[in-house]
């Protein structure tokens, strides 16, 4: 019988997964609050503090799902060898660091930067 404990998934596919969990989390979860809170007016000035604070809260939790994403590459990378599945795996996690970097630097606008939605309406 085969213990469950010792069953893994091939990196490739571990990173596969990965990736695509981390996408799917920027795009459903932080794209749609930096988006209203970037919309001149959406979100009322007494309640921007809170919605900065959530975008905070919503950060933190990508950039933990960024390391375990950065973490999987890493075993694939050490566990070497070629294949179409492996570069496929490598290139879909370049395109989600893109896709994290882009987003990241809109949140850092957000909390760091300039405090005011409507001078960001341009980005």
């Known amino acids: ?36 809170i970037e919309q001149p007016g959406a979100v009322p000035e007494d ?21 375990e994403t950065d973490a999987a590459r890493a075993r694939l990378d050490a566990a070497g060898g070629e294949s179409a599945l492996l570069a496929k795996a490598r290139r879909y996690h370049a395109a989600v660091r893109r896709l994290r970097q882009a987003v990241g630097h809109r949140v850092e606008r957000l909390m760091f930067g300039c405090r005011d939605p409507l001078a960001l309406a341009d980005l």
């Open 1 to 36: 019988m085969t213990n469950i404990a010792d069953i893994t998934s091939p990196p490739d596919i571990c990173l596969l997964l990965r990736a695509h969990c981390e996408q799917r989390w920027l795009i459903s979860e932080v794209v749609p609050v930096l988006r209203e």
């Open 47 to 67: 309640q921007l503090a809170a919605a900065l604070a959530y975008l905070e809260t919503l950060w933190l939790d990508a950039r933990r799902r960024a390391a």
